[in-house]
């Protein structure tokens, strides 16, 4: 995670920190990582806000066994809403390098995510 010089008013401390129990991301298939990332003032403690107009960068790697049933060209990096997945606009992946990489405004609840190939079976019912 970089920040731009400017992209606060004041010192803080930014955070990454692993997130557990994602909550549920209906045709999406994670690709293991799932994390919070935060921004506190240094003096205070405050949580801390980007200035407007401001962004960070976030790069994230993973590995084909991360990505297990995602479709590696569909990856993205989502933020979570409070109620489902949201997909960061500027979000794009990097399959030589594999890499997903995006310049979110706001600090959240984060994971990579992709879509999955879906297989129908029938059901024979008694």
């Not at 992209?7 to 920190?17: K, R, S």
């Not at 994670?30 to 506190?40: D, I, N, Q, R, Y």
């Amino acid at each position: 995670m970089q920040a731009p010089a400017g992209a606060f008013t004041d010192t803080v401390t930014l955070t990454q920190a692993p997130a557990y129990g994602m909550p549920p991301g209906g045709n999406l298939a994670s690709a293991g990582h799932v994390f919070e990332l935060a921004a506190v003032y240094s003096a205070g403690g405050q949580p801390a806000q980007l200035a407007p107009g401001q962004a960070y960068t976030v790069t994230v790697r993973y590995t084909d066994a991360e990505r297990w049933a995602a479709i590696e060209d569909t990856l993205a990096l989502y933020w979570w809403d409070g109620s489902r997945w949201q997909r960061e606009p500027s979000s794009a992946v990097d399959v030589s390098a594999r890499t997903v990489t995006a310049a979110p405004d706001h600090f959240s609840l984060w994971a990579v995510l992709g879509e999955t190939h879906r297989t129908y079976l029938p059901a024979a019912l008694r």
